[in-house]
């Protein structure tokens, strides 16, 4: 089981990478979907991180999923901008959950 990032942030992606997190880079809410519906039809994918600016792209498609698959699960992050969180709220986030110091 792996994880899956989809982020709006070439810096996520190179952050997550060098953790060893495979992902994609998208701006638009259709590529959302369809980023989605790839990660959950990969059944090595357990756990899917996505950016908080892209949940709010498409909030009701990500919380449908939320509530009505059991796998993988969902996880929203903050991306280098975060959400008025403290400047390494990325970095704590990836060391909390998976216990690396980036």
Known sequence: MRFFLISDNVDTIVGMKLAGIEGVLIHEDYEVEEALKNAIADKKVAIILITERLVNLCPKKIYE??????????????????????????????????????
Do not use: C, F, M, Q
């Open 65 to 102: 999923l939320k509530l009505h698959t059991k796998r993988p699960l969902i996880i929203e992050i903050p991306d280098r901008h975060g959400n008025g969180r403290t400047k390494d709220s990325i970095s704590t986030y990836v060391r909390d959950a998976i216990g690396l110091k980036i």
